[in-house]
Structures are given as C-alpha cells and as structure tokens.
C-alpha cells in the first residue's frame, strides 16, 4: 500500500476508535483515492461506521473483520491499539 494511503488508514482506523463517523470515512475515501488497493479496508471501515450509527459503538466481530483486511502488521498494531481503548 502506499505510504500516503497507509497514513489515511491509520486516520480511518483511529476515528473508529472516537466513533467519529464523518473523520473515518474521509480519511478511508483519501486513502482509496490514493491506492485502490485499500478496498477490503474500505469495506470493513464502512461497516463499523454503520455499526456505530446503528449501534453506538464497533463490535468484536467488526474489530476482527477491520484486523483481517489490514495488509501490513503496522496496520494491524494500529487496529489493535485502537480497539482496546
């Protein structure tokens, strides 16, 4: 991925964690305009921010669906960090 998308997926991942719906979808739609190769994360940062108008908050199973899809493990330690707060 590229170094600038990777930067607006670690942002995307980040507003997940503040439930700051309108910052997750920017940063997530920067990054995929960077490098399309972003779309699985797209995807599953669409999906926890469904789950956060709907449900107030990104369950377990989301959290693991956004883990799955990140493609390096700098990603993934942002993932990690970020669901445990």
């Known amino acids: ?3 600038k998308a990777t930067g607006f997926a670690e942002e995307a991942i980040r507003a997940l964690g503040r439930l700051d719906v309108p910052s997750a979808r920017t940063s997530i739609a920067q990054a995929f305009d960077v490098d399309q190769t972003v779309g699985p994360l797209a995807d599953a ?3 926890a921010c469904a789950e956060i108008e709907e449900d107030g908050d990104v369950g377990t199973s989301t959290w693991n669906t956004l883990a799955d ?3 390096s493990a700098e990603l993934l ?3 990690e960090s970020t669901r445990t707060h």
Do not use: G, H, P, T
Request: proline content about 0%; overall charge negative; aromatic content about 8%.
């Open 1 to 3: 991925m590229d170094s």
């Open 45 to 47: 940062i669409y999906l």
């Open 69 to 71: 899809a990140v493609d």
């Open 77 to 79: 330690a942002v993932v």
